[in-house]
């Protein structure tokens, strides 16, 4: 509501007769050494690969035989049809039954 003085520091240059050490701050820079990868490209043949060596070795297990033994299989009957191919076609002649109706001949009336 009423008006305040603030009062405000503002550097002001002094003369004085003999040298003073200023205080300058300077930007500090520190070297980090940071790893850089870089990816190349090379061409590997697949046919001769090439040796590599192995940081941490891997543990294969080695099976004394190089085979797995299978029992001998036997033969089992079983009823199923199986399909015939036949190079001519061959006509089976089957009786097919059939009825024979015989019907009373008669006329029917004119008036009925």
């Known amino acids: 509501p009423y008006p ?5 520091h503002v550097p002001v ?5 003999y040298p003073v050490e200023v205080e300058k ?4 820079y520190v070297e980090k050494k940071v790893p850089v ?4 490209k090379y061409p590997v043949h697949v046919d001769r690969p090439y040796p590599v060596e192995v940081k941490y070795p891997v543990h294969v297990p080695v ?5 797995v033994e299978v029992p001998k ?9 199986y399909p015939v191919y036949v190079k001519e076609p061959v006509y089976v002649e089957k009786p097919v039954p059939f009825t024979v ?6 006329k029917k009336p004119f008036w009925g």
């Open 4 to 8: 305040v003085e603030v009062e405000k």
């Open 63 to 67: 099976y004394q035989k190089e085979y």
């Open 37 to 40: 990868y870089v990816e190349k």
């Open 25 to 28: 701050k300077v930007p500090v």
């Open 73 to 81: 299989p036997y033969e089992v009957h079983v009823d199923k049809p």
């Open 101 to 106: 109706l015989i019907k009373k001949e008669h």
């Open 13 to 17: 240059e002094v003369k004085v007769p």
